[in-house]
């Protein structure tokens, strides 16, 4: 319980108009903290509805698949320029992105990671992998600016921060996979 | 006669493995205390010279000015004896803690020794010949001559081979010791460790990539304000080195040296953990004034630096505590009575208390410095001299001298006589004085606006300058006592090391409370602490980063300013 009223109490702060606008204000601040904060929200709210309704979870979500389905899907959809713009300009899809984020993503995220296989968790870090690379390549090499609200500056900090957070997990997967942390505790 | 003989040996080799004595790793850990101590000699010479200079007292000859000078004794007393002394206490604990250190760690240990050396003869024969006036901070665009540079990139691969080797021993001991915590001033090493390791890779950025190609004149400018970021990404981890390494005595050595119990196993790692996290991004709070940066940049690296202050303000927390515990079980009574029951006559304690009591000063200035307004008053007067003379030359080095009276004589396998304590007693209060008379002066002189790093000018004998004469003259004073210390401390440690009757040294290491709760197993991920750690300098670095590459002004030729 404790936990789902912290993510609720996080979730509230990053609404908060003077948060969030500060946040956006930054490109790079509002797609790799604001948005992976409303999914951390989300995961610690995760708590409260496996208790209050874990069949339905185990009806859905048995193997964690669906739900990563899901996670992933919403969380790319929030790396497309385009809805970055739209949730600065329009108001409903700002909402929508402070709902999905938490309850559709984080839920999803925390209901379904513990349920995969190894592999399972592997190919969804490496794809990221790939996609942060993908993207960061975008941003940085871009010759147009990609969104109406951010100036290229900005865009092209956002791309060193995907490439960056793209190393960060190269460096944890090959940390997995050298590493055997049962010879050790 | 024979048998006794090896009997006597045999008993000998015992108490030794229960000391956690190993002659080898001591000869290592005396070799790295030793060269530590002939910087202090060298340096505090140096040091004496510029304070001369800065009373007015004394021309330096055009063939080794005030600024060459100034550069040695920075990399002697900042790079030289701070790392040496670090590598060879933790080394000595390393040994000390976990069985001993293995043959590929000490080997490591012994090349990087040597290849630090070379690094460091070669970075100084330029600053002989007038090549490398460049400060230790080595700024672009002044240019020195190309091999200051590669013994500095030098130095740093020395460093590095250490930090590998404490890795390689901790992670082996870990190993053989499945589940269980690995001993508090070992884990100490280990964040110490961790933190050299990272910190390094931004400045041999610097060197390598930047400055390196630069001086050898393969590419025309270089981007001054990154090369600055990167420096001080790595320059004020190396400053909270300096602390965790003096911190790791005052919470683990200072309470069994006064027969008291440590404070909390985990909070002090919680404390160990907290600074490695957040410590890199400190950086910022020496570019204050640098342009290039925007204010709301500046404004989260105020918050970041004095998010350090919270564990700091923790430390002296926990020191009181168990001072003033231990000093009530031994039947000190009231409000201030137990500071009677202190062992002030015992310079292992003596003079880490006075260094921990500095910090309080120290730590106010730093606090004020990290202020932007205040810092436009201050920056770069004698003020910030002042600063870091308290907080390294006091509190840093002070600490490191306690340490020197146990740890030389255990690494030594002799004892810490009466008459060595009663010097150490001694050298303690000299430096006590000389330090306040010396780093008070500069802070005042500072407020009056007197530069640093500036030899002595009357600037055509205008007023103002003129009225820092008092206080430069006081600092000369100052400068003289400590001279008198270094004397006193160097000869110190080589009579420990070399002539003081043979005997065992107990390495002291606290226990914790009968009744401390037990340590979680979390604080072993370091994995986690790394990366945790990695965040926070990608948040706080991406941005301004990309705004200095991408929006650079054109790249500054080399300069030889002097
Ligand atoms: C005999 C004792 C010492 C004396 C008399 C002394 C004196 C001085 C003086 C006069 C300056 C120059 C100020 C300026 O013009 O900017 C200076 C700079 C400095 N001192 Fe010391 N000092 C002593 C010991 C130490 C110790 C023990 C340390 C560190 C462990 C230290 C670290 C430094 C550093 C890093 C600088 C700055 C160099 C620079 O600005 O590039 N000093 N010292
Ligand atoms: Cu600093």
New interface residues.
Partial sequence: MNQSFYGLLLLIFLVAPPVAHFMES?M??HMH?QMPMLVIAGMLMARFFQKRFPTFFEKWNSNGIPGILLFVIIVVYWMLPRTMDEALTTNSVEVFKFISLPFLAGVSLRDSWKKLSSLGKNIIIIGFTVLFIGLGWLYIWSPVQLCNNYLI?EQ??LG??FL??AI?MI??LG?NFF?DPS??? | MKMEADLKVGIKEKANKMLGYHPQDAKLSKSYIAVAFIALLVGGFLGLLQGLNRAGLLELPTWFNYYQVLTAHGLLLILVLTAFFTIGYFYATLSHNLGGLLPKVRKLAWVGFFVKLVGFVLAVIPILMNEASVMYTFYPPMAAHPVFYIGLALIVVGVWLCCIGAFIQV?NW??NH??QHVPILSYFATGVFVLLFFALMFVAVEVLFMILPWVFGWVDGINVMVARTLFWAFGHTLVNIWYLTAVSAWYVVVPKVIGGKRWSDLLTRVVIIALVIMNITGGFHHQIIDPAINEIVKFMHVFMSLAIGFPSLMTAFALFAVFERTARRKGGKGLIGWWKKMPWGDVRFLAPFIAMVAFIPAGAGGIAQTTNQLDQVVHNTMWIVGHFHLTLGMSVVMTFFGISYWLVPFISNRVLTPQINKLGVIQTWIWTVGMICMSGSMHYVGLLGSPRRTSYSTYGDHATALGWDPYLTLLAVGGTLLIIGVILQVYAVFNMMFFAPKGETEFPIAEEEENATKTP?WT?RW?LWI?LM??VV??AY??P???MI??APPGSPPFKTW
């Fill in positions: 930054h790079v601040i903290m500056i092209v900090t060193w921060g960056l957070t960060g460096v944890y940390y590493i010879a050790y505790e | 992670a870990r190993k499945k589940g197993y072993e994995g990366v990695i965040i990608a948040m991406v941005i980063l990309t705004d991408v929006n």
